[in-house]
């Protein structure tokens, strides 16, 4: 079970804007940056966002990261079919003294 | 281009010891965090453990007496030993660097992981 929860799944047609949550605590996500991973089938992670809202070079506009509270949210527009992968958010919890994943939302796109 | 390549046996009988090593290629392992990370198939990621370029270490709570992460400068490389490995073990393990001097930071880049299964 994840310190972290994410939707299990989610989904969108090309082109389209979605969103996906990532919910936590006091002790990580509230005090702590965020950051977001995407992770093709077969492939490793790699890194999407980096403290909450920051792109790494090479990432494109149309992804963008967010963090309210205790809660943080990455959001693709212009969804195009190679976005179709896993994605997790991670933070660092101040309880467990390391960095903590979310469970994984995998991406379909239709 | 920073690189990171596991390797390792792909094979651990279980009680055993599963021992991995990173090596890393276009940087130096001199600075910032370095970690091991891991996914049991079909599942999400575990944070196991890092070293510091100072050779302090941190590890997963629900880990940490089976784990130990050292660091070679002289090749570049650390490694990972976890031991009395069970089922619950198989995972693909990667290592990754954490390239925020706080060590509370993200992972990136990753190795291409490495797959260990624990049978007899």
């Known amino acids: 079970q994840s310190v972290m929860t994410q939707p299990h799944s989610a989904s969108g047609t090309p082109g389209q804007r979605v969103t996906i949550s990532c919910s936590g605590s006091?002790?990580?996500?509230?005090?702590?940056?965020v950051y977001w991973y995407q992770q093709v089938p077969g492939t490793a992670p790699k890194l999407l966002i980096f403290q909450n809202d920051q792109r790494p070079s090479g990432v494109p506009k149309r992804i963008s990261g967010s963090k309210s509270g205790t809660s943080a949210s990455l959001a693709i527009s212009g969804l195009r079919s190679e976005d179709e992968a896993a994605y997790y958010c991670?933070?660092?919890?101040?309880?467990?003294?390391?960095?903590?994943f979310g469970g994984g939302t995998k991406l379909t796109v239709l | 281009q920073m690189q990171l390549q596991e390797s390792g046996p792909g094979l651990v009988k279980p009680s055993e010891t599963l021992s991995l090593t990173c090596t890393v290629s276009?940087?130096?392992?001199?600075?910032?965090?370095w970690s091991w990370v891991r996914q049991s198939p079909g599942k999400g990621l575990e944070w196991i453990g890092y070293i510091h370029s100072s050779g302090a270490t941190n590890y997963n709570p629900s880990l940490k007496s089976r784990v130990t992460i050292l660091a070679d400068t002289s090749k570049n490389q650390f490694s990972l030993n976890l031991k009395s490995v069970t089922a619950a073990d198989r995972a693909i393990y990667y290592c990754?660097?954490?390239?925020?001097?706080?060590?509370?930071?993200?992972?990136?880049?990753w190795g291409q992981g490495t797959l260990v299964t624990v049978s007899s």
């Open positions: 990754a660097r954490m390239p925020d001097t706080s060590g509370r930071g993200w992972f990136d880049p």
């Open positions: 991670a933070t660092w919890d101040d309880t467990l003294n390391g960095p903590v």
């Open positions: 276009g940087g130096s392992i001199t600075t910032f965090y």
């Open positions: 006091s002790s990580n996500i509230a005090t702590n940056y």
